[in-house]
């Protein structure tokens, strides 16, 4: 389609279609920039390991694993997470209060329980 007939057909669309045009284009730009930056709630809050490490994800991206910070990224089933200036990354599941990270760099997975 070129140019002209691109403006050709936007002219010939009444107002009301017009309206519902952009306002679909409004709503997919928005469900988008949610998909693509927000974290997932669910991951947010204390976790401990089995051997009582604890690790607490905040809502801005910040992580802290003990006492020491680091910060993190999740988005479509990744995570990614900068602690200690090394970088991993891999993929998690969450069911019910338990974590499952299955690192990249790393054969076994981190199994993590939601505290209270």
């Known amino acids: 389609m070129s140019l002209i007939n691109i403006s050709t057909w936007w002219f010939l669309r009444s107002k009301t279609q017009k309206i519902i045009i952009i306002s679909l284009a409004a709503v997919l730009i928005f469900a ?34 003990g006492r020491r910070e680091g910060s993190y990224s999740v988005a479509l089933g990744k995570i990614t997470v900068e602690f200690s200036g090394e970088k991993h990354s891999g993929t998690y599941k969450i069911d019910g209060n338990t974590l499952v990270i299955n690192w990249n760099d790393f054969d076994d997975a981190l199994r993590l329980t939601k505290m209270k």
Not at 44 to 65: H, Q, S
């Open 32 to 65: 988008i920039i949610l998909v693509s930056c927000g974290h997932d709630n669910a991951i947010i809050g204390k976790w401990e390991d089995r051997y009582g490490n604890e690790l607490t994800f905040y809502p801005d991206g910040a992580l802290m694993v």
